[in-house]
């Protein structure tokens, strides 16, 4: 049996396992807040992905040019894809003619199919990283949001993004390919508003997180981004927000988790006592926070801790 | 187990999983045929495992692993036991693993003190049993829930690419003083090993058996079996609590297929 007949059994037997009233209730409510001239967000959840959220908890928004819309990310899933596109309809008749992907994380990426597969752009790693990595993510999705994922499918971005100015009807946006977040994050900020679309390079009021993280190459990007000037920064989770506090609280996270996992694999602390530990209190209001901060030293700390060993050679 | 196979994704961004709470700590008084965790088949494994033998359920005994394990073929787990039951030998072991037994260690002139990673197949207890002078098991354990099926990280990156050439290389660490002083010493040793399960298709058994760690003066320090489960390029963290060995440390060791792991750790 294919995976995706497999998957199809699987769903078909979880839809008939549930009241028949709930068939029709996958419904994210997705609200457009527009943040600026023709500019959108939907702004998710600062939670871990549940059933009960069905993955809403990452940050999608478009841009309504003359020439057509312009969508950065996609969302967790299909279905969150289609109620995008029927939200953004709502608002527009007109076309989407662009989607970029900031990153190949799946809820940022995991509602691309629902758009012309010649529209989706992302840098040349995350597309990369995304052929690679896509079939688990689908399936890990399954796993936790169910049914919410159900007609989800890899579309991996087929236009390659470059840096560099393009218009769009009459939207002058710069594309900025970075890393630290991923090795491929995209930053697109448009020129002619001022919002910038940071993806997952800022979190605000929710932890960060660092399966792909490269924490010296994070801090640059975003000492390079605080300097830019921007009149809306548009995180990856969070609210979006006028000034640099998202953009310092996340280096700050990055700079304390950093140092304190050096420090304990360097001081030969065990994996085991590091989780325990508390997360300053700086921190602690955070969303899922203690959650995510174990994620960050299972990721993160074996590496550090093999660093700190020497070769032993036979007698 | 191994993780030979074609997931590959990584759960970015992807979490966690609702949490089972951990059972509440056991009482040594309490009947050993009710198991905390809620294993039915308690009874019967206890008799398995420990045949007549009388076991208690002892907070004494810490196993210490994360909640939730998004890579289930890199689980770290720590046991710690109480000196005061002068344990001579601890057992650790995994309910639901297709092979129980995960490894079990002789502390001689080291601490009843063992870290290492473990693979698991699903989520479940991992537990510790230590054997006190009279033969009693004293039983502890935590409650690990994994990603479940080994899917949510990748293949990619984890082990060695060379490991045939590097097959029982040791690296390893000794901090004399560790821990702001409240330890002796404490070392750290990773082998290369593949580690192989034996039930992934194709692919024999393949896993170290047994380790042993001497002093400079040859006294005994810690002497581990090693079964399965271990996880992948084992680490192995030792401790000593009053005080630090004579260095170098003495590694020695064998694998199922007769291979030698020989090690001096001079630091
Ligand atoms: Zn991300």
Not at chain 2, 154 to 173: H, M, Q
Not at chain 2, 179 to 204: F, K, N, Q, S, Y
Not at chain 2, 209 to 218: I, K, P, Q, S
Request: hydrophobic content about 45%.
């Amino acid at each position: 049996m294919t995976r995706a007949a497999l998957r199809a059994v699987l769903v078909a037997a979880l839809l008939h396992a549930i009241p028949a009233h709930c068939a029709d209730a996958w419904d994210y409510a997705l609200q457009p807040q527009e943040i600026a001239p023709d500019t959108w967000v939907f702004v998710g959840r600062a939670e871990d992905f549940t059933f009960a959220n069905g993955g809403n908890v990452v940050n999608t928004g478009f841009v309504i040019t003359a020439a057509g819309v312009v969508v950065i990310d996609t969302g967790p899933t299909v279905r969150y894809g289609q109620q995008m596109r029927a939200a953004i309809r709502r608002l527009t008749p007109l076309p989407v003619v662009r989607v970029f992907n900031t990153h190949h994380h799946p809820d940022h990426v995991l509602g691309n199919a629902v758009f012309a597969a010649s529209t989706v752009e992302a840098t040349a790693e995350a597309a990369a990283a995304l052929r690679a990595e896509g079939a688990g993510f689908v399936d890990n999705m399954f796993r936790l949001v169910r049914q919410w994922a159900t007609g989800t499918e890899v579309a991996v971005p087929t236009r390659v993004a470059v840096d560099g100015p393009i218009t769009i009807g009459g939207h002058t946006f710069e594309l900025h390919r970075m890393r630290g977040h991923t090795d491929g994050d995209l930053v697109i900020v448009d020129r002619t508003t001022g919002v910038a679309f940071v993806g997952d390079l800022v979190f605000d009021g929710r932890a960060p997180t660092t399966p792909h993280a490269h924490p010296d190459d994070w801090r640059a990007a975003l000492a390079t981004l605080r300097r830019w000037p921007v009149s809306v920064w548009v995180p990856g989770h969070g609210p979006p927000s006028r000034g640099t506090d998202a953009i310092d609280a996340t280096h700050a996270w990055i700079d304390w988790l950093d140092a304190h996992l050096r420090t304990a694999a360097a001081s030969g602390r065990d994996i085991t006592e590091v989780l325990r530990d508390p997360v300053p209190a700086r921190f602690a209001t955070w969303g899922v926070v203690d959650a995510e901060y174990a994620r960050s030293v299972l990721q993160r700390f074996p590496a550090l801790e093999r660093a700190e060993l020497k070769r032993a050679d036979a007698r | 187990m191994r993780a030979r196979h074609h997931c590959s994704g990584l759960a970015a961004g992807l979490a966690v999983i609702a949490m089972l709470s951990t059972a509440a700590a056991a009482d040594p008084a309490a009947d050993p045929a009710v198991d905390p965790m809620g294993s039915a088949a308690w009874a019967d494994r206890t008799r398995a495992l420990f045949g007549d033998a009388r076991v208690v359920f002892d907070p004494r005994v810490e196993v210490l692993a994360p909640k939730s394990a998004e890579d289930p073929l890199q689980v770290p787990v720590a046991v710690r036991v109480d000196p005061a039951i002068g344990a001579d030998r601890v057992f650790v072991f995994a309910d639901y693993n297709p092979i129980v037994p995960v490894l079990s260690f002789e502390p001689r002139g080291a601490a009843p003190y063992l870290a290492f990673r473990v693979k698991l197949q699903q989520s479940g207890p991992v537990r510790a049993a230590a054997r006190d002078a009279a033969g009693t098991w004293h039983v502890g354990h935590t409650w690990v829930v994994t990603g479940g099926g080994g899917c949510t990280l990748p293949a990619l990156g984890r082990g060695e690419k060379d490991w045939e050439t590097r097959l029982n290389e040791v690296s390893a660490r000794v901090w004399v003083d560790a821990l702001g002083g409240t330890t002796a010493a404490r070392a750290r040793i990773r082998i290369v090993h593949p580690m192989d399960t034996g039930l992934a298709p194709g692919i024999p058994a393949f896993h170290l058996r047994e380790l042993r760690l001497v002093d400079a003066a040859g006294a005994d320090a810690m002497r581990i079996e090693v079964h399965e489960p271990v996880a992948e390029n084992p680490v192995f963290t030792v401790e000593w609590a009053h005080a630090a060995p004579p260095l170098p440390l003495v590694l020695t060791g064998v694998d199922n297929n007769g291979n030698r792991v020989d090690a001096a750790i001079v630091r």
